[in-house]
């Protein structure tokens, strides 16, 4: 019993070095380490595209295409954008509602992420 103790109180002691590490590291570098781009992860054994944060120097380029063209978008429109403006531009089949929920989905995510800003009626304009 004293052993498993002993054990354990190991694994936390190493487990302490480690946060203490961490939390010395420069932010920075805690950011840039985390802010991967446009990786490919597995949820639920689907793959899906990591969208980063924006952070202090956007990099656009870390931006999965659909989402870079869509952003582009918004930007040279002055003023709020709707998703079906976006969706005309893409080319989409505008008049069919559930083509325009992945544009949807992909804008929503954007904003989540500091991309751009979503207005309470549903629109969107552009971070800069």
Same mark, same amino acid.
């Given at each position: 019993m004293l052993g498993e103790f002993g054990v354990e109180r190991e694994e936390l002691v190493i487990a302490e070095r480690v946060l203490r590490r =961490? @939390?010395?590291?420069?932010?920075a570098e805690v950011e840039a380490a985390v802010a991967v781009a446009a990786v490919k992860a597995q949820v639920a054994g689907r793959a899906v595209l990591l969208i980063p944060h924006r952070g202090d120097d956007p990099d656009e380029t870390a931006l999965p295409g659909g989402y870079r063209?869509? =952003? @582009?978008?918004?930007r040279t429109v002055d003023g709020l954008v709707q998703v079906r403006t976006v969706g005309e531009e893409l080319g989409l089949e505008v008049a069919v509602r559930g083509k325009l929920e992945p544009l949807r989905?992909?804008?929503?995510?954007?904003?989540?992420?500091g991309w751009?800003?979503?207005?309470?009626?549903?629109?969107?304009?552009?971070r800069w």
């Open positions: =961490l @939390a010395g590291q420069d932010r063209k869509a =952003l @582009a978008i918004v989905a992909k804008m929503t995510k954007l904003a989540d992420r751009l800003h979503k207005q309470p009626g549903g629109r969107f304009t552009a």
